[in-house]
């Protein structure tokens, strides 16, 4: 009975195995021909049937690639912008987040569901008249339109603040006002230390959001060359008026999402669990 | 309350300092003050451009000039005369409606398969997941090398098993289908929200239903789904309206082509917009995006409702 019973859990465990590795072949297999290819030379892209092991390693092809994309002065561009976007993300959410959560002022409920509404309109409703407004005030060609909302408390984020801060004692605040501290010292010395899950939470997902954005980039600086974000000089560089080599483009792709993958590997369950990790390791 | 501070009339000076510190520490002031950049970014970014975006789409606007008060002629031209609009609309809804369930059953499916704590899983995991942490640019321009009809890797596969090549992008009965591969590609994202979703399914369920006799299938769609349908039900919503919103796959990879198939609404909007100008036009358009998203939104809503198990309730 027991040694049956074994037997077919070991079948289901190999079954299992099975499919997992016929299912992972289709998740690989791009990302295998997109580094094969980058580092064939051009003539080997053209091969059928196709060539999985170049013949010759061509790591020029990655300096290459840097040198058509001006990679490291869009590199750059990105993370600057990331930087003051993470910043804000994080200072303006915090603040609306401790106020919902903290204070109970007039209108705090209305504000709220406010925040929680406006996270339902498409973006495209509103991306024409925002278009005007920065054109308007003479931001069409600077990254403003990508830093200044950032700054301005994200709904979604705002949200999520909100829902961490409420789950933090108010016996902290208190102990923290009894020792003589104001509003703004127990936001910096009890509240924000108790949200780091929290926060490196939007650090990583606003990271992630500004390197993946490209209509933000499309619509206020294409017309700026040395004002592109990564994401838009990768997007474009296949449609300029002479054509790219396939392998120096997947060359250069790879140096795009390079960053993202490295940092996924070291804050593997931001990633995977995503809110869930941010639960899982917060105040309880 | 203003007998109060008549009666403090002989103590103006030291009385005026505390109400203002009591205004100032009220719960009032203090929640306004923090709340600054709610009270500057939502009004800016959001009620301003909606409201113009309503107002407009009932205007004639080049951008230039100030908007011109029209009436319903945007709505009327669109839905009478407009010769892309409704093929956008058609294909845009083939393409989420046709998505969002394949998506919800392969990542439930990936998700299953993947639940069980056997050796080297975590590496399997990463494995499914790496297509969804690398960005959507960068997806998209390796899946349209993959496509190439001449390099690309699914025709080189194709013509070495002896078929005929496929015209991925260039192909308008095609076209819809091979943007969905690469959706099902980064079907990682979905996978890891079930996973974890499965991880919470209480084992002594799994216990009870084993004393009774259940078999793998009835546990699963029993115990399994009832339990997490809460997550398929936001996964449903979540994922309608994203595919409703496709943009990059047309901007990057098609510019909507072949011959419009491809040309979501959201990239229609844009072109009328940023490339023929007609700002009013474009407002009215997103408009209607927004209506039939808000539509679905609520049936979508309204018809897992009696499905979706709360375990509070």
């Given amino acids: 009975m027991t040694t049956s019973m074994k037997a077919a859990e070991r079948r289901n465990v190999i079954i299992r195995y099975i499919l997992i590795l016929i299912f992972a072949i289709p998740m690989l297999m791009p990302v295998l021909w997109m580094l094969t290819t980058a580092l064939k030379d051009n003539a080997a892209v053209f091969k059928t049937p196709p060539q999985w092991i170049p013949e010759s390693f061509q790591w020029v092809n990655f300096k290459t690639a840097i040198e058509s994309s001006a990679f490291f002065k869009r590199f750059g561009n990105t993370l600057f912008i990331a930087a003051l976007c993470i910043c804000g993300s994080v200072f303006s959410n915090m603040c609306v987040g401790y106020a919902l959560a903290r204070f109970h002022f007039k209108g705090r409920k209305l504000w709220f569901y406010l925040i929680i509404a406006s996270m339902m309109i498409p973006g495209m409703v509103t991306v024409v008249p925002m278009f005007r407004f920065w054109t308007a005030i003479g931001a069409y060609g600077t990254w403003l339109p990508m830093i200044i909302p950032a700054w301005l408390a994200a709904p979604f984020n705002t949200y999520l603040t909100k829902q961490f801060l409420s789950t933090i004692p108010r016996s902290y605040d208190e102990a923290a006002r009894i020792d003589g501290a104001n ?19 939007m650090t990583i997902a606003t990271f992630q959001g500004v390197w993946n954005d490209y209509m933000n980039p499309l619509l206020y600086v294409i017309s700026k060359p040395d004002k592109w974000t990564l994401s838009l000089a990768i997007a474009r560089l296949g449609s300029g008026t002479y054509g790219i080599e396939w392998n120096i483009y997947m060359a250069a792709d790879i140096l795009y999402f390079m960053p993202i993958l490295i940092i996924f590997f070291f804050f593997q369950d931001y990633f995977m669990e995503g809110l869930g990790a941010m639960t899982a390791s917060g105040v309880k | 309350m203003s007998e109060i501070a008549n009666s403090a009339a002989p103590l103006p000076k030291k009385k005026k300092k505390k109400s203002f510190q009591r205004i100032f520490n009220s719960d009032n002031f203090q929640g306004y003050l923090f709340m600054i950049p709610t009270l500057i970014g939502l009004p800016l970014f959001c009620i301003y451009p909606l409201v113009t975006s309503l107002y407009c789409a009932f205007c004639d606007w080049d951008g230039i000039n100030a908007p011109v008060w029209k009436g319903i002629k945007n709505f009327r031209w669109i839905l009478v005369k407009d010769p892309v609009f409704k093929q956008s609309l058609v294909r845009t809804l083939e393409y989420a409606l046709i998505n969002v369930p394949i998506m919800l059953i392969l990542g439930l ?18 494995l499914y997941y790496l297509p969804t942490i690398i960005p959507g640019v960068a997806t998209l321009v390796l899946w349209q090398f993959m496509f190439k009809s001449d390099v690309g890797l ?8 002896g078929l005929q090549p496929v015209g991925w992008l260039t192909d308008e009965k095609v076209v819809l289908f091979s943007l969905s591969i690469i959706r099902w590609w980064t079907v990682g994202g979905a996978m890891m929200v079930f996973l974890s979703g499965l991880q919470s399914v209480p084992g002594d369920l799994y216990e009870a239903a084993d004393l009774d006799g259940a078999g793998g299938w009835q546990k699963f769609r029993h115990i399994t789904i009832p339990v997490i349908s809460p997550i398929l039900s936001l996964q449903l919503i979540t994922g309608l309206i994203g595919g409703l919103q496709a943009f990059n796959e047309a901007s990057i990879m098609t510019g909507g082509g072949p011959n419009n198939a491809s040309r979501f609404i959201n990239y229609d909007i844009y072109l009328t917009a940023f490339n023929s100008s007609k700002y009013g036009r474009a407002c009215a358009e ?9 539509i679905l939104t609520v049936i979508v809503f309204k018809s897992t409702d009696a499905y979706v198990y709360y375990e509070n309730e």
């Fill in chain 1, 183 to 201: 509003n703004l010292m127990i936001l910096m010395r009890v509240i924000a230390p108790l949200s780091k899950p929290l926060i490196a939470y």
């Fill in chain 2, 109 to 126: 499916a990936l998700a299953v398969l993947l639940s069980k704590k056997v050796r080297g899983i975590k590496i399997f995991r990463v």
């Fill in chain 2, 154 to 161: 699914l025709n080189g596969l194709l013509r070495q098993i």
């Fill in chain 2, 286 to 294: 997103a408009w209607i995006l927004f209506i039939i998203i808000a």
